[in-house]
């Protein structure tokens, strides 16, 4: 079955200390990937996406992920975190192939940045 | 400004009471689909369209309807609510193309008692 593993609950990071909040999936061929990210009574925002190419992504508010294929992990990455980094994250993953728009959605990590 | 909006964003209702969550995107996307955001479960896709009149179901279907008449608008029916719908529901819309990302609606907390 084709699933997304987020495998802390939680993460806890000082303020201006580098963060990791961790993804691996298990997807037949190559899938998009995603990260997004959820503020309390909002929606969940686009962060950054992996289509193709450089392993490294940048995306919004500084955030960035790795891609690494041979170990199918997108961990999302900040080199100096902020409080009002502190919120909900998803990784997400998207079929290739066959048109299919479905995402498969890990269980999401909160991130608590302390001051 | 681009955005999905859905209606309304919190709602206590009955068993069996029928009701309706709406949706509607203004960007033109083709794809737009419902999720529900369980704790520890992350959000599971109940019911997608790729177009106007074109639905299917996603991993959660039951209990649930869809309609896609236009565009813009994609509702979520609830015939029959019961407890176990108590959830955080999401409205998403994608545009078709390579690696489109999603847009989210401000999603609708719904407590069914």
């Known amino acids: 079955a084709q699933s997304v593993a987020q495998p802390e609950d939680q993460v806890n990071v000082a303020e201006g200390n580098p963060l990791t909040v961790k993804c691996t999936y298990s997807v037949s061929g190559n899938p998009y990937l995603f990260w997004y990210v959820q503020y309390p009574n909002r929606g969940l925002q686009f962060l950054l996406k992996?289509?193709?190419?450089?392993?490294l992504v940048k995306g919004s508010y500084g955030f960035e992920a790795e891609f690494n294929k041979s170990q199918t992990s997108f961990h999302l990455k900040k080199p100096s975190a902020l409080v009002s980094d502190s919120a909900l994250y998803f990784c997400a993953v998207r079929d290739r192939g066959g048109g299919t728009y479905k995402y498969i959605f890990g269980t999401g990590t909160r991130l608590k940045v302390l001051a | 400004e681009a955005q999905v909006t859905q209606n309304p964003r919190y709602l206590i209702t009955v068993t069996g009471k029928k009701l309706t969550v709406t949706c509607s995107q203004n960007?033109?996307?083709?794809?737009m689909s419902w999720y529900r955001q369980d704790p520890g479960l992350g959000l599971r896709q109940i019911y997608y369209?790729?177009?106007?009149?074109?639905?299917d179901k996603g991993d959660v279907p039951e209990g649930y309807k869809v309609s896609r008449k236009e565009k813009r608008n994609f509702p979520l029916i609830l015939e029959s609510p019961s407890p176990n719908q108590t959830s955080l529901y999401f409205c998403?819309?994608?545009?078709f193309g390579v690696g489109t990302e999603a847009f989210f609606g401000q999603g609708t907390r719904l407590t069914v008692v």
């Open positions: 960007m033109n996307h083709e794809y």
């Open positions: 992996y289509i193709t190419g450089d392993n």
């Open positions: 369209s790729m177009n106007v009149e074109v639905t």
């Open positions: 998403a819309s994608s545009p």
